[in-house]
């Protein structure tokens, strides 16, 4: 899950920043599509550094930190990637129908907030456990 994470960070990394370049070089004149584009990469690139984040954290040992962790990493790794995918490819010119996929990447990536809020508050309970043993 952890390798799968890291390389959807670097494809959401490297998807935001040449849409960025597309959108300095290429849709100049097409306000609507640059603008699609830039709020693709606005949440694309954070998010990307995000998963590489939670890529390269080390496995809790208790179930339910480990649990919260890969819930996490799985939601804002589909949410970014219908996030911001759908609107670069809408910037590309795609049917407007494909834009009913952007609100539920961002619920996704919302929900990959909370539960990574669920994972910090697991792992705090997981510390404050072994030490007490």
Request: cysteine-free.
């Amino acid at each position: 899950m952890r390798r799968l994470w890291i390389v959807v960070a670097g494809l959401n990394g490297l998807a935001a920043v040449a849409v960025g370049a597309a959108v300095q070089h290429v849709w100049t004149d097409d306000t609507p599509r640059a603008l699609l584009a830039e709020t693709g990469v606005r949440y694309g690139l954070p998010h990307a550094a995000a998963l590489l984040a939670l890529g390269v954290l080390p496995i809790p040992t208790r179930k339910l930190a480990r649990g919260l962790l890969a819930a996490a990493g799985g939601s804002l790794a589909l949410g970014v990637t219908l996030f911001a995918g759908t609107l670069y490819i809408l910037a590309a010119g795609a049917l407007p129908e494909l834009m009913l996929a952007v609100p539920v990447g961002g619920s996704l990536m919302i929900l990959g907030w909370g539960l990574l809020l669920a994972y910090g508050a697991a792992l705090g309970r997981e510390r404050a456990a072994s030490a007490h043993e």
